[in-house]
């Protein structure tokens, strides 16, 4: 049976509307779903994906197991550091702005010290809120009564928190609580894992109604989201994460919306993880490996060393756990459009028969999820060849231009953006063109290039006028060979008092000696 007869009929039409909503470069793109060639599209997802990684599914595109763990330290300090300590929690956010300001208030106005200052910053980074305690030396602080508040070994950090929070009255400190105590409280991690091997899990991979996104994602339009095709196309990379307690809705159904997610690389020499979103869980991560290395050896008849070992992707070594002896140089993992996520320290297991400066290219083939066509040249936040969309693109930018907006500036029809961010007017002519081909001249008084006072004139009005001087780079007109008009119009001043008044937001390039005149 083919891998795409696998896909329900109910499944197909799901990609097909999530590839025509979220495919485009543009939110004033159509597609129409019934326009996507979709076996087309999958043909290299159902070759790559059936090589062998079909083999250890057991037949099936997506298989479940329970899983329960208790965090490490680290991975707490990681839960903290994403849900507490991330500017997109306004909870967080809004406390600890509040009791930054307040300590450093107390600093400057010498109620505490410099060395207390440093310590009570610390009490909201992520490594103390994790472990809830102070280990330091005992101190004291002022309240906002007046008496003091002393600090020792093995206070719990909410409860310093909360004692400086109370009397001082910042804002925000219940709802700061709760989240931290919610924190620590699932320091057990249960739920049900699995692996994947289903487009719709690669195309959602960075998309769910979990709280957050990657790069990857296709509802953000992410910078890498060409890099979900190559990991669905690719022979080596499978999907692995935990599902939340419910599903997200693509029409005409549902799907896994994922709590976590990891890719893992699997081949007949090595498997790794790469990293984990929106956390890098090491307990999730070794329960996946331990996962794969058994199905691998049980339906491939692969071999691995029974140990876990260490990769460091900045020097390629694979280096032993427990002793951190190199036992192989050389390793190393690339992609095409994907982002590589191989770029810091990995957990790995490696096949006896792996050899030494052993490179391996985990991505898939780069194609249109309109109509399949190989990209030779791939942006890599579309998914879709340009010419699939059957619309007008943007010259500069290469976006789905909005017909109400477009603009024709030398020679090229560009998007609002472009013209907003890209665009100018000559300060003398008033004709528009984008700011590279036009000229930066300022103001010159008594030997002095004032830098705060410039124009932007277009090609044609700079060659053809002769009062513009050049020294050392800069180009400028000279304050005494302007009329009083001009240098209204162009510098919106009348006199050199009125240059000078203004002079101590530049610092003035002196001429020391005429040049290019």
Not at 128 to 143: C, E, H, Q, T, V
Not at 273 to 302: A, Q
Not at 448 to 453: A, E, F, L, P, S
Request: glycine share 4%; net charge negative.
């Amino acid at each position: 049976m083919e891998l795409y007869d696998k896909i329900s009929p109910k499944e197909k039409d799901m990609i097909r509307n999530y590839i025509a909503e979220y495919g485009s470069r543009s939110d004033y793109a159509y597609i129409n779903p019934e326009h996507i060639d979709l076996e087309h599209v999958l043909r290299f997802w159902s070759k790559n994906k059936s090589v062998f990684l079909d083999k250890i599914f057991g037949q099936n595109l997506i298989i479940e197991k329970d899983f329960e763990c208790i965090k490490s330290q680290e991975d707490l300090e990681n839960d903290i550091y994403v849900k507490m300590n991330n500017l997109t929690s306004d909870i967080a956010w809004k406390f600890e702005q509040n009791y930054s300001r307040l300590i450093n208030t107390l600093y400057n106005n010498d109620k505490i010290s410099y060395e207390v200052l440093r310590t009570l910053e610390k009490f909201i980074f992520s490594k103390y809120l994790a472990s809830n305690r102070y280990d330091g030396d005992s101190f004291s602080i002022p309240l906002a009564n007046d008496k003091e508040y002393k600090i020792i070994k093995g206070q719990k950090i909410s409860k310093i928190l909360g004692k400086i929070s109370t009397s001082y009255e910042i804002g925000g400190w219940e709802d700061y609580r709760i989240l931290h105590s919610q924190v620590l409280n699932e320091k057990t991690i249960k739920g049900t894992m699995c692996l994947s091997i289903h487009p719709l899990d690669y195309l959602t991979m960075s998309d769910n109604d979990c709280g957050w996104s990657s790069c990857m994602s296709w509802k953000e339009k992410g910078d890498y989201r060409q890099g979900t095709v190559e990991m669905m196309n690719s022979r080596y990379v499978v999907v692995a994460y935990l599902k939340s307690s419910t599903d997200m809705s693509i029409e005409p159904g549902y799907w896994n919306s994922k709590r976590w997610r990891e890719l893992f690389v699997v081949d007949e020499n090595l498997i790794a993880g790469i990293k984990g979103y929106p956390y890098w869980n090491r307990g999730l991560e070794k329960f996946v490996l331990n996962w794969i290395k058994e199905l691998l050896e049980s339906n491939l008849d692969w071999n691995y060393l029974p140990e876990i070992y260490h990769y460091e992707a900045q020097t390629y070594d694979i280096k032993d756990y427990k002793d951190s002896s190199l036992i192989n140089f050389g390793l190393r993992m690339t992609t095409g459009y994907m982002y590589n996520d191989f770029y810091t320290d990995h957990n790995i297991y490696i096949s006896p028969n792996l050899t030494n400066n052993y490179v391996l290219n985990y991505s898939g083939e780069s194609e249109c999820m309109k109509c399949g066509d190989i990209y030779r040249e791939c942006e890599e936040y579309c998914v879709l060849d340009p010419g699939c969309d059957d619309v007008e693109l943007c010259d500069d930018c290469g976006c789905v231009l909005n017909e109400d907006e477009t603009y024709n500036i030398d020679g090229m029809t560009i998007c609002y953006d472009c013209y907003t961010n890209y665009v100018e007017e000559c300060n003398i002519c008033h004709d528009e063109h984008f700011y590279n081909n036009m000229y930066s001249v300022y103001l010159e008084h008594d030997n002095k290039i004032y830098r705060n006072y410039r124009v932007i004139i277009c090609e044609d009005c700079f060659h053809d006028n002769e009062r513009i001087h050049t020294y050392d780079g800069y180009y400028y007109f000279k304050f005494n060979e302007l009329s009083s008009d001009e240098l209204n119009d162009l510098f919106y001043i009348n006199s050199a008092d009125d240059l000078l008044k203004y002079s101590f937001y530049s610092y003035p390039v002196e001429i020391e000696e005429k040049k290019g005149e």
